[in-house]
Structure formats: C-alpha cells, structure tokens
C-alpha cells in the first residue's frame, strides 16, 4: 500500500484546510486509516482516524470538534478537514494505514504499517 498526503500550506489562526490521503496498491476498504502529526522537537502524536470499512471515526481530545476525518471509498481517499486552526496545531502531518488494527491500538503509530510522506501545515499570522 503507498499513501500520499497532500493539502498543507500556510493558514491564519482561525482558519482551515482540508487534508487529503491518497491511497494505492491495496483494498483500500480493508484499511484503516489515521492521522498523526509532528512538531518540530515533539513525538508524534494521534491525531484522528477511520476505521476499516467507514465503520468509526476517532479523535485526539486536542482535535475533536474541530477535525473531521472522512473517506470516500470510490477514489480510495481519506480527508482530514480542519477548521478554527491555532499555532498549536503546526506540524508536518502524516497519514498511516493498515488493515490489522484493532480499536484497542488505533491511537497508536506502531499499529500502522504504512505510512505516507507527510505534508506540512503551518499557521500563523
């Protein structure tokens, strides 16, 4: 399975942006999927996910209410959009995938196999 995140850029506190992963070489039904981010000097963290099949999404409490994670199976894509962004939310941001996850371990980067390059979001007036 290759992954490929786009849609970073730069953005103004309180605006958004719409993430996008894209998906190959795999069933993609079969996945689930999840955001994580890193900003500079910090681990990784978990930042939402969809589960195999669309059947449950998840989120960091950092994120919920501002995050929504959505896929649309017929282009084998996930899309994480963002809104009321702040300065706390820059970070090189990654998309992760596998299809052996269980809901104990969706919040965690070990459970994921594959992984795309990552796209940056910065925000800042």
């Known amino acids: 399975v290759q992954l490929q995140a786009s849609g970073g850029g730069l953005v103004q506190p309180g605006g958004s942006l719409r993430l996008a992963c894209t998906a190959s070489?795999?069933?993609?039904?079969?996945?689930?999927v999840a955001w994580f981010r890193q900003a500079p000097g910090q681990e990784r963290e978990f930042v939402a996910a969809t589960r195999a099949g669309g059947v449950s999404t998840h989120y960091a409490d950092s994120v919920k209410g501002r995050f929504t994670v959505s896929r649309d199976a017929t282009k084998s894509m996930v899309f994480l959009q963002t809104i009321s962004l702040s300065p706390e939310d820059t970070a090189l941001y990654y998309c992760?995938?596998?299809?052996?996850?269980?809901?104990?371990?969706?919040?965690?980067?070990?459970?994921?196999?594959?992984w795309g390059q990552g796209t940056l979001v910065t925000v800042s007036s």
């Open positions: 070489g795999g069933s993609f039904r079969r996945l689930t």
């Open positions: 992760a995938a596998s299809n052996t996850v269980i809901l104990s371990s969706i919040r965690q980067s070990s459970a994921y196999a594959y």
